[in-house]
């Protein structure tokens, strides 16, 4: 077993332990926490299988924007106050055990099952000897900053009012009296 394998194992032993830690979870915020070590595991296996562009989109979407989100609506909530309120009782622990498991061994079991050795573009990267080794990235990178800079400047505005509403709503109105 060679360093990357055992690296890759350590992030799938994290990820999913960040997984069924947010499921068995009381604590809203504590869950928060653990989607953000859920998430980023996520990103490392994007890494791991090659696919470094969707791990960089899991990053800045679903970190940076969603789960900062998340986190901002929990925190400023006026319906959230004092460590009892974030605390949500387990109902149903062992039904939602179960499904848990159950999922899992489906998951695992359509790991198993799938021949990976066939799928489409294994078997052309074997036909034509070719290894994608550059950085989608860069490519895209450039791109945003260049072609597409005000459709990418539109959504940053776009994503920026859709948080300022978020705040909002979350915050409540103030009664005026």
């Known amino acids: 077993m060679i360093p990357a394998d055992i690296l890759l194992y350590v992030f799938v032993f994290v990820t999913v332990g960040f997984s069924i830690y947010i499921v068995f979870s009381n604590n809203v ?47 400023i909530s006026r ?10 009782p387990l ?3 062992y039904i939602s055990a179960g499904a848990v498991i159950l999922v899992f061994i489906i998951l695992v079991l359509g790991i198993i099952r799938t021949n990976f050795a066939a799928l489409d573009w294994v078997v052309q990267a074997r036909e034509t000897d070719q290894v994608v080794v550059d950085s989608t ?16 400047e539109v959504a940053a505005v776009l994503l920026l009012i859709a948080l300022i509403g978020a705040a909002y709503i979350a915050a409540g109105k103030v009664r005026q009296e």
């Open 137 to 152: 990235v860069q490519t895209i990178g450039k791109n945003l900053m260049t072609t597409y800079l005000l459709p990418f």
């Open 29 to 75: 915020l504590n869950a928060a926490f653990a989607l953000l070590g859920t998430l980023l595991g996520v990103a490392a296996l994007y890494v791991f299988a090659g696919a470094d562009f969707i791990a960089l989109t899991q990053i800045v979407i679903y970190v940076g924007g969603t789960l900062v989100l998340i986190m901002f609506g929990i925190m």
């Open 91 to 93: 109902r149903y622990p």
């Open 79 to 88: 319906r959230v106050y004092g460590n009892e309120a974030l605390k949500i």
